[in-house]
């Protein structure tokens, strides 16, 4: 008998390491320094999963059918903010640095303040605390 797997990792390609690993430093992930020019980097979430970046010409090393995924998120990142003003000020933080954004900061009807970042590769990046 086999036992269960269980969630170890989640995995995103990017095409610029650098811009990619500055943005997700920026939301507070620790990512080692030095892995900006690497073709691989991780990053060890406090629940033990990691987050994994694997620049596109790695991964067509050993997939050389991979092509970049066209239209629309099919995995999204959540990012739990302090309050509902940390998402707006994070959300417009982010935007003085140059990022895009999908959906400005609103109150959701499941009583959350969200909004949609886009990360440097387009990918969307939800913001999300509690309603006060």
Known sequence: MTTTPRLDAIGLVVSDMAASLAFY???GLDVPAGADAAPHAEAVLPNGTRILWDTEETVRSFDPEWTRPRGGDRVVLAFR?????DVDATYEALLAEGHRGR????DAVWGQRYAVVLDPDGSAVQLFADAV
């Open 25 to 27: 430093r920026r939301l």
């Open 81 to 85: 903010c302090a309050s509902p003003a």
């Open 103 to 106: 959906l400005r900061p609103w």
